[in-house]
């Protein structure tokens, strides 16, 4: 037996034991009529087993190949190297494309769609209004467009305003701020403050922009505010000089702007603090509570006419008037524990909360009139225990990271619907009724159904960095941004060829 028989011989047997055939070798039919010179030559994930053949086609996660001695096998996508997956998602853009006869030029980078502004999106939320992307991704993941090595660590996500994709890095001791064009390529950065080099160091605020403006805040507590066209600084602040600190894990929130304010949270006697967001100048503290900063941000909503303010601090959760910084309701749920990461959400008259470390989540009814505000609690859950990911509200339902899953809450009840395993504990954002899913390990990234009637993946890929990834997905523009480690990539998730 040659050696090359051999190696084909050794690949259908791994393949095999891994359950990656789909059918036994099978005759050629005049359909599968494979085109002899595209046999190439293909390698599962380990690289130590190769074979001769030619894509014949794919489907459900699955691709035959037609072996040089006639025979036709299927193979899970999933169990090929990644320069297999990226040539069978090019080729089958190929066929259909010379399928589809000549095309108008392709599309320019500028993105169609509101910007993203900041962390969790234009209303804190997780939800993007795209509309008209991909239903299901390729085999490997959509294409491509551009990514980036050199940003630095961290776990901050990606703005995207005006044309530019803004971030933040670790490098050689400083917090670095980027801002990249619709390319990828560099347009400026500026040094920020000394990096945060205690436990888990790396980038923690996702910038925020407004109004030609962006807004930042360092692990060690200094907040700035820059032309967002330039990097060129306006003002600066410390959260020391309202008597904050940073919690053990440095402060990671990102600025709230709510209309001619900059809302930030030192923690302490002046728990939260409002700024000027032009000048910096402090207009308001908060008043009638006391507690330490945690590692979500301020939340605004409207409930019944009346603007509120909601954040998670070290004594629990706690709601204030944002005209004055009095506090109009608070809750020790989550207080003293040993992170509380995720920001609140507000829907259909509901405020939920959740966190890690074995907390799960709160959900309060919240009402106004007649001058006064209250929140009662609905329910409590241990339904979902989410570290760092997130959740986002579709239609009286809650999606969101559980230990190390995904799992659906009704948002009036808590009645769990479903729980998933998919890309493992992670991260998620919604775009145009699906999930986008980002797992803390590996780099999986996974598209995902949203509905209460059961989650199902509908494609996935990795990316390569190292240690956890515990940056949110974006979708905007018909572009997913996923940052993780010191990469950006950056890939095109419109419909519609």
């Known amino acids: ?61 699955k691709v035959r190949l037609r072996k040089t001695d006639g025979q036709v096998i299927a193979v899970a996508v999933s169990k090929l190297s990644r320069a297999d997956q990226r040539y069978v998602r090019h080729e089958l853009v190929r066929r259909r494309d010379a399928e589809k006869g000549p095309q108008p030029a392709a599309r320019t980078a500028a993105p169609s769609g509101d910007d993203w502004p900041g962390w969790r999106g234009r209303h804190r939320d997780g939800k993007s209004p795209d509309q008209g992307l991909l239903e299901e991704w390729p085999p490997g993941g959509p294409e491509l467009l551009w990514q980036v090595d050199s940003i630095g660590s961290g776990f901050s996500s990606v703005a995207v305003c005006g044309g530019l994709v803004y971030l933040t890095g670790d490098l050689n001791g400083r917090l670095v701020l980027f801002a990249f064009d619709l390319d990828g390529k560099p347009r400026w950065n500026t040094d920020v403050d000394a990096a945060w080099t205690k436990d888990h160091p790396g980038a923690r605020s996702t910038p925020v922009i407004d109004n030609g403006n962006l807004y930042l805040v360092s692990g060690n507590g200094v907040v700035n505010c820059y032309d967002a066209a330039s990097g060129q600084p306006k003002w600066g602040r410390q959260m020391r000089e309202f008597g904050g600190s940073p919690p053990h894990w440095g402060y990671a929130e990102s600025v709230l702007i709510y209309d001619n304010l900059a809302v930030v949270t030192p923690g302490g006697n002046n728990c939260i603090v409002a700024l000027d967001k032009t000048s910096g100048n402090p207009v308001w503290t908060s008043q009638g509570f006391k507690a330490g900063a945690q590692y979500s941000s301020c939340y605004a909503f409207t409930c019944d006419g009346v603007p509120m303010i909601v954040n998670g601090t070290h004594e629990g959760i706690v709601c204030i008037d944002p005209g ?3 506090m109009l309701w608070s809750n020790p749920f989550s207080a003293h524990n040993t992170a509380n990461c995720p920001t609140p959400v507000f829907s259909d008259g509901y405020v939920f909360w959740a966190n890690g ?9 919240v009402t106004a009139g007649r001058g006064q505000v209250s929140a009662e609690e609905a329910w409590t859950t241990r339904d979902m225990v989410c570290h760092h990911g997130g959740y986002i509200v579709h239609e009286g339902h809650i999606y969101g990271n559980h230990s190390n899953g995904w799992v659906c809450l009704d948002l009036r009840t808590g009645q769990k619907k479903w729980q998933e395993r998919a890309v493992g504990k992670g991260s998620v954002c919604y775009a145009d009724g699906r999930l986008y899913l980002f797992g803390e390990k590996g780099g999986q990234v996974g598209l995902a159904t949203c509905s ?20 949110h997905p974006v979708v905007i ?7 993780y480690d010191t990469h950006l990539y950056c890939y095109d998730v419109r419909g519609g060829g």
């Open 452 to 471: 209460p009637d059961g989650l199902e993946m509908k494609g996935n890929f990795s990316v390569q960095g190292d240690g956890p990834s515990w940056a």
């Open 477 to 483: 523009g018909g572009r997913l941004y996923v940052r």
């Open 324 to 326: 004055s910084g009095r």
């Open 357 to 365: 470390y074995g907390k799960g989540g709160i959900c309060f009814k």
């Open 1 to 61: 037996m040659t050696a090359k028989a051999n190696q084909a011989l050794l690949l259908s047997v791994a393949l095999v034991l891994a359950g990656a055939l789909a059918c036994p070798a099978e005759p050629p039919s005049p359909a599968d009529a494979a085109d002899d010179a595209l046999v190439r030559t293909w390698s599962d994930s380990t690289g130590r087993y190769q074979i001769e053949a030619a894509l014949v086609d794919y489907a459900d996660g």
